[in-house]
């Protein structure tokens, strides 16, 4: 398995705004805005693809970093050549998956929970996983004033994302292995879970009607700095200290029609991640910059500093985990067993690899074939 450096490691660090992330990583909102920045102008090379343009989604998320800094630095542009790109935010997954396959989006990056619904709903139909992007970043964070010990959750009202995303996924199962009872669909049982929008969260954490949230980066850190503390960071809970939060997905319409410009972007996302370890400090002033041209406010340095050091850059989709999610989300009754098989094609990211002198990634078996 191949993974870019952990951004922890990186001491001169000292990030969701995301997921969608923005969850915020995996969505909230269902709302798309255009996005007219310079990258839509950066593509002035000589090369010359198969499409004038690309349709890029992803969310104004930390879990999103490369997204982010891949457009605001013009590095996935400067793969594409004469090729524009044409970026697109969301705050939902279920939104971008909407867009994706009503062929207003070509390539997206999001949570694996909207992937895989998104590929079980549309009968294998409409996306593959074509990269990873980002690992980690996701806490447990409540009032230190309710909340002592991770026992004492039971009984509370903790706030996730939105139901069936990722983090209401791992939360639920979190709660499963406690042997508590909970139902699904309401959220209601030995713990409240209560489905609140990122944007939200914040908020209601201040006025007390929540009592903690299972959320991405950068809400986690918000909350910190709003007196909360961090019960538990989801990283500690995977063997290898590493599960997916975001991938890069693609329309397999515009996979087939335009591998060229598939290739493109990823050995531009590839070139992303690496600056993203070689130049923490200006990655993650790239990020916030980026997050306050989305958003109109960059993130507090009390904010971005530990949400940054908790995310890891990765071009591995770390495809073990997503089956791992996949199978907590049918264990907790949200889903039916899904036929996964197909849902990666990492051919032309393990060709960006090899051309890059990197090791080649797996799929896990759920390769297309």
Same mark, same amino acid.
């Given at each position: 398995?191949? !993974?870019?450096?952990?951004?922890?490691?990186?001491?001169?660090?000292?990030?969701?705004?995301?997921?969608?992330?923005?969850?915020? !990583?995996?969505?909230?909102?269902?709302?798309?805005?255009?996005?007219?920045?310079?990258?839509?102008?950066?593509?002035?090379?000589?090369?010359?693809?198969?499409?004038?343009?690309?349709?890029?989604?992803?969310?104004?998320?930390?879990?999103?970093?490369?997204?982010?800094?891949?457009?605001?630095?013009?590095?996935?542009?400067?793969?594409? +050549? $004469?090729?524009?790109?044409?970026?697109? /935010?969301?705050?939902?997954?279920?939104?971008?998956?909407?867009?994706?396959?009503?062929? $207003?989006?070509?390539?997206?990056?999001?949570?694996?929970?909207?992937?895989?619904?998104?590929?079980?709903?549309?009968?294998?139909? #409409?996306?593959?996983?074509?990269?990873?992007?980002?690992?980690?970043?996701?806490?447990?964070?409540?009032?230190?004033?309710?909340?002592?010990?991770?026992?004492?959750?039971?009984?509370?009202?903790?706030? /996730?994302?939105?139901?069936?995303?990722?983090?209401?996924?791992?939360?639920? #199962? *979190?709660?499963?292995?406690?042997? *508590?009872?909970?139902?699904?669909?309401?959220? %209601?049982?030995?713990?409240?879970?209560?489905?609140?929008?990122?944007?939200?969260?914040?908020?209601?954490?201040?006025?007390?009607?929540?009592? +903690?949230?299972?959320?991405?980066?950068?809400?986690?850190?918000?909350?910190?700095?709003? +007196?909360?503390?961090?019960?538990?960071?989801?990283?500690?809970?995977? &063997?290898?200290?590493?599960?997916?939060?975001? #991938?890069?997905?693609?329309?397999?319409?515009?996979?087939?029609?335009?591998?060229?410009?598939?290739?493109?972007?990823?050995?531009?996302?590839?070139?992303?991640?690496? *600056?993203?370890?070689?130049?923490?400090?200006?990655?993650?002033?790239?990020?916030?910059?980026?997050?306050?041209?989305?958003?109109?406010?960059?993130?507090?340095? %009390?904010?971005?500093?530990?949400? *940054? %050091?908790?995310?890891?850059?990765?071009?591995? &989709?770390?495809? $073990?985990?997503?089956?791992?999610?996949?199978?907590?989300?049918? %264990?907790?009754?949200?889903?039916?067993?899904?036929?996964?098989?197909?849902?990666?094609?990492?051919?032309?990211?393990?060709?960006?690899?090899?051309?890059?002198?990197?090791?080649?990634?797996?799929?896990?078996?759920?390769?297309?074939?």
């Amino acid at each position: 398995m191949s !993974a870019a450096r952990p951004l922890t490691i990186l001491r001169a660090i000292a990030v969701t705004a995301t997921l969608p992330v923005l969850l915020t !990583a995996c969505g909230y909102g269902s709302e798309a805005k255009k996005d007219d920045n310079k990258a839509n102008a950066a593509a002035t090379g000589e090369k010359k693809l198969s499409a004038t343009e690309v349709r890029i989604g992803y969310f104004p998320n930390l879990t999103h970093a490369t997204a982010l800094v891949g457009i605001q630095e013009g590095l996935i542009a400067k793969e594409l +050549g $004469s090729t524009a790109i044409k970026p697109q /935010t969301f705050n939902a997954g279920p939104s971008e998956i909407e867009a994706l396959n009503g062929g $207003s989006l070509d390539i997206g990056f999001i949570g694996p929970s909207p992937a895989i619904n998104g590929y079980v709903k549309s009968k294998s139909t #409409n996306l593959r996983i074509v990269s990873g992007s980002a690992s980690g970043g996701v806490k447990l964070v409540v009032n230190p004033d309710k909340i002592k010990t991770l026992d004492d959750i039971k009984g509370k009202k903790i706030a /996730t994302p939105q139901k069936g995303n990722t983090q209401d996924v791992a939360f639920l #199962n *979190w709660i499963g292995e406690k042997g *508590w009872k909970v139902d699904p669909e309401s959220g %209601k049982g030995d713990v409240s879970v209560v489905r609140t929008d990122n944007k939200v969260t914040p908020d209601a954490f201040k006025q007390g009607s929540i009592d +903690g949230a299972w959320v991405p980066e950068p809400t986690a850190s918000k909350l910190v700095a709003d +007196g909360g503390s961090v019960l538990l960071d989801e990283t500690d809970l995977w &063997p290898d200290k590493k599960f997916v939060i975001t #991938n890069v997905i693609v329309s397999q319409k515009f996979l087939k029609e335009h591998p060229d410009v598939v290739e493109a972007v990823l050995r531009g996302t590839v070139k992303t991640n690496d *600056w993203i370890n070689a130049n923490p400090d200006k990655a993650k002033a790239s990020a916030n910059a980026k997050l306050e041209a989305e958003g109109g406010k960059p993130l507090d340095a %009390k904010v971005i500093d530990p949400a *940054w %050091k908790s995310i890891l850059v990765t071009d591995d &989709p770390l495809a $073990s985990t997503l089956k791992t999610e996949s199978e907590w989300a049918v %264990k907790a009754k949200l889903i039916e067993q899904p036929d996964l098989a197909g849902i990666y094609d990492l051919t032309l990211l393990n060709k960006v690899l090899k051309a890059a002198g990197k090791p080649e990634v797996s799929d896990g078996g759920l390769g297309a074939k």
